[in-house]
């Protein structure tokens, strides 16, 4: 989860999550107790509220007429987002998959561009910015690793 955690709120985030901090808490208390820009630490939450691990609640300061954030981390809800998020990725690696199965590629030898047979074709096979002739793109390779990496997801979703 935290590398998760880390992939969608940063290394503030990472960090955060890490804590396990209970309870309410503010992005001031939290940036004053660890020495990190309020910028930071509200970006990172607010990351992690879109990715659904954390909540908060707004009130008005009556002193300042500021509004305060108060934040929670709801880690038992790590398990949901982990799963919802691999099953995402690998909807996305799917939809690859299928593209790349289904299709025949050229690529310029300079890796200016990747085009489809048809695209190749209405190039005359020639690489519109660098002049050099497209060649055939072997996929089987990729195919392979985007296989692999689907059922490393489905292991991943077994266990949980």
Excluded: H
């Excluded at 960090?15 to 910028?39: C, R």
């Excluded at 930071?40 to 954030?69: H, N």
């Amino acid at each position: 989860m935290s590398e998760l955690v880390s992939r969608v709120a940063g290394e503030i985030g990472a960090i955060l999550y890490s804590l396990g901090i209970e309870g309410e808490f503010t992005d001031d208390q939290l940036a004053l107790e660890l020495g990190i820009e309020i910028n930071e630490i509200r970006k990172a939450l607010f990351a992690m509220y879109e990715l659904g691990i954390a909540e908060y609640r707004r009130k008005k300061d009556d002193e300042t007429g500021w509004m305060e954030y108060y934040w929670k981390l709801n880690y038992d809800k790590a398990k949901v987002v982990l799963k919802r998020e691999l099953q995402k990725t690998k909807e996305k690696l799917l939809r690859k998959l299928e593209n790349e199965s289904n299709a025949v590629y050229y690529i310029c030898p300079n890796m200016c561009i990747k085009v489809s047979y048809d695209d190749a074709i209405s190039m005359n096979f020639i690489c519109p910015s660098c002049q050099n002739p497209l060649e055939f793109l072997d996929c089987s390779k990729a195919i392979a690793r985007i296989e692999e990496e689907i059922n490393n997801i489905d292991e991943i979703l077994s266990r949980l």
